[in-house]
């Protein structure tokens, strides 16, 4: 059976942020990740005003987490917004009109492994498949990339959105956000981009595995 990840996320501290300003931001980071996905209509589905899923090949799991989690850093230089969010890898038994009224194994372990992370509150992505030792592999990467994403300032945050977003090189990136393309360096280095970048492509290759070894 095919498989897909499902994001499911909520904002941390949602309720110190306004709402309506949370709405705004929420659904310009959609559309802008739909748009360059190549989805010809929304992908995510937010609900409850500080929550949101989305539906996504399991490749594109870690990079969506990733750009999400660099949007909402980026929104404002005196504020500091972050959500957790939950990859679950796994099967979809219904697809409804809306990502709510779905189910199936991906779901089930996206939605059970965001209830673990709120009362842990340690690391802010975590990743579940039907594989318990990769799990834990990934639990492990997963703790050791949130010291690194903890360090994220608004102006590295800000970078690596545009950089996931549009996978541009240093001088393009530069001529996009209106800096010298020295200080775009500057900043991917204070952000830990190659180790991220290492972590990001490493998930896509395990999980290429992961599904190549269910399908054999």
Not at 3 to 12: E, K, N, S, Y
Not at 184 to 196: D, F, M, N, Y
Request: include cysteine; proline fraction near 2%; aromatic fraction near 8%.
């Amino acid at each position: 059976m095919q498989q897909f990840a499902v994001l499911t996320a909520d904002i941390v501290g949602s309720r110190k942020i306004p709402q309506k300003a949370l709405d705004a931001r929420m659904k310009e980071v959609a559309a802008l990740i739909s748009k360059s996905l190549g989805w010809t209509k929304n992908g995510f589905e937010i609900f409850r005003g500080d929550s949101f899923q989305a539906l996504l090949t399991p490749e594109d799991g870690l990079r969506v987490a990733l750009l999400w989690r660099s949007a909402l850093m980026a929104t404002g230089e005196d504020s500091r917004w972050d959500a957790r969010i939950a990859i679950g890898i796994g099967a979809v038994e219904h697809h409804g009109k809306k990502l709510a009224g779905s189910g199936g194994a991906a779901y089930q372990q996206s939605g059970g492994l965001l209830d673990q992370m709120k009362q842990q509150d340690q690391a802010r992505i975590g990743i579940c498949t039907e594989d318990e030792s990769l799990n834990e592999f990934f639990r492990t990467e997963c703790q050791l990339a949130e010291g690194l994403i903890n360090r994220w300032t608004y102006a590295g945050a800000q970078t690596l959105f545009q950089l996931l977003l549009h996978r541009e090189n240093q001088e393009e990136l530069a001529k996009r956000i209106g800096v010298t393309q020295p200080a775009i360096h500057k900043r991917l280095q204070a952000a830990s981009w190659p180790a991220i970048k290492n972590w990001e492509q490493h998930y896509r290759q395990e999980i290429r595995r992961y599904l190549l070894q269910r399908n054999s």
